[in-house]
C-alpha cells in the first residue's frame, strides 16, 4: 500500500500527509466510503453494459459494412433512452 500511495504522490512529504489524513478520516467516514464505491461499481458496471450493447452494431458498421440496419438500430435505441431519461427524469409531458 506504501509503495502504491509513493507512486501517486510526488513527494515524501505528501505521502505522510496522505497517510496521516487516510488514518484519521477513514474510521469516521467509513459508511460513505462504503457508499461511494457501491455506486462507483453500479456506474461502471452500466457503463459496461452499454459498451456491451454498442458493440454488434459499431461490430456492423466497421466491419460488416451494413450501415443502414446500424444507423437504423441506433436511432431506435436512441430515441428508446431520450424518452426513457426525460420519463425518469419527469420532464415528460404525460
Not at 507512486?7 to 461511494?36: C, H, W
Not at 436511432?75 to 433512452?81: I, M
Amino acid at each position: 500500500m506504501n509503495k502504491l500511495i509513493g507512486i501517486l504522490l510526488k513527494t515524501p512529504d505528501d505521502t505522510g500527509i496522505f497517510q496521516r489524513m487516510a488514518a484519521e478520516n477513514f474510521s469516521v467516514y467509513k459508511k460513505q466510503y462504503l457508499i461511494a464505491c457501491v455506486f462507483l461499481l453500479i456506474i461502471a458496471g452500466t457503463t459496461a453494459f452499454s459498451a456491451w450493447l454498442m458493440g454488434p452494431i459499431v461490430r456492423d458498421v466497421f466491419y460488416g459494412n451494413d450501415f443502414d440496419q446500424a444507423i437504423c438500430t441506433f436511432f431506435k435505441a436512441s430515441l428508446v433512452a431520450t424518452f426513457d431519461f426525460a420519463n425518469q427524469s419527469g420532464e415528460s409531458d404525460g
